[in-house]
Nanobody, 127 residues
Framework: QVQLVESGGGLVQPGESLRLSCAASGNIFSINVMNWYRQAPGKQRELVASIKNGGSTNYADSVKGRFTISRDSAKNTLYLQMNSLKPEDTGVYFC?????????????????????WGRGTLVTISS
């Protein structure tokens, strides 16, 4: 079973930085697009940043210039470096992969998982 597990959240003051990580597990063969979403209290979940398998990235306008998404394909890990944090960045941050292919030892056929989500990590920006 493929899993995504986020870590790195916490409470920081405005202007400080945090680095989130998302580790994928489950005999990963390949992962297509990986995303960071966030959900602020009382608001809908929104896309924060995306990174394709080839490395191209996209960001929400609200985080451009402050957040950097990256991935280590060898470690099947996604990162989000968040700098100059603001109170409005507060929320639960979720890791998402649009397509994950898994290959169990001894198997010759890939198992494909679509729209895989982690459980989230809470980020609170407050003085």
């Amino acid at each position: 079973q493929v899993q995504l597990v986020e870590s790195g959240g916490g409470l920081v003051q405005p202007g400080e930085s945090l680095r989130l990580s998302c580790a994928a597990s489950g005999n990963i063969f390949s992962i297509n697009v990986m995303n960071w979403y966030r959900q602020a209290p009382g608001k809908q979940r929104e896309l924060v940043a995306s990174i394709k398998n080839g490395g191209s990235t996209n960001y929400a306008d609200s985080v451009k210039g402050r957040f950097t998404i990256s991935r280590d394909s060898a470690k099947n890990t996604l990162y989000l470096q968040m700098n100059s944090l603001k109170p409005e960045d507060t929320g639960v941050y979720f890791c998402n992969a649009d397509r994950v292919d898994s290959l169990l030892p001894g198997d010759t056929v890939l198992s494909r998982y679509l729209d895989v989500w982690g459980r989230g990590t809470l980020v609170t920006i407050s003085s």
